[in-house]
């Protein structure tokens, strides 16, 4: 019989055995003071897998140029625009599904009558610099968080 109590990750924090010389009376207060200190333990380790995570996308972000080839160091164009979409060989439907707007909207920017918002253009430098999978891996890893 596994005489375990409470065990963090490898580690064996506290055993029945070890529990079972504190003194009755003690044990009542005692018990929720050592589940709480045991929780504390836990998100101490969650926070460092956030942390992690944030160092994971620092440096991708960090070693990445976020200045590709197809947008260079100028402001997006309809032209360039059309070049990220036809480089991931999508549709405008596809395309706009892709970044949550219309196929319209699509059209508007590779057109000139509307030009992206600053977050729609972060993505789009993001799309150009890692295509679609990296734009989906950088998405997970804020969705962990």
């Known amino acids: 019989m596994n005489d375990t109590f409470y065990t963090y990750g490898n580690k064996e924090l506290i055993t029945q055995k070890s529990f079972s010389v504190i003194p009755q009376k003690v ?4 018990q929720p ?5 045991v929780e504390n333990m836990l998100g101490v380790k969650e926070l460092r897998n956030h ?3 944030f160092e994971k996308i620092y440096n991708l972000q960090k070693s990445a140029t ?8 100028d ?3 309809p032209t360039k625009i059309r070049k990220i979409r036809k480089m991931l060989k999508l549709t405008q439907f596809q395309f706009g599904n892709l970044l949550g707007i219309s196929k319209t ?4 920017w590779e057109n ?3 030009h992206p918002c600053r977050e729609n253009q972060k993505i789009l430098h993001t799309l150009a610099t890692y295509g679609i999978v990296g734009l989906r891996r950088i998405e997970e890893e804020y969705k962990k968080k």
């Open 27 to 30: 044990k009542p207060v005692l």
């Open 75 to 77: 402001p997006l164009t």
């Open 51 to 53: 942390l992690r995570d």
């Open 66 to 73: 976020f200045k590709s080839k197809i947008i260079g160091n």
């Open 105 to 108: 909207t699509i059209s508007y």
């Open 33 to 37: 003071l050592v589940f709480s200190l």
């Open 112 to 114: 000139g009558h509307l």
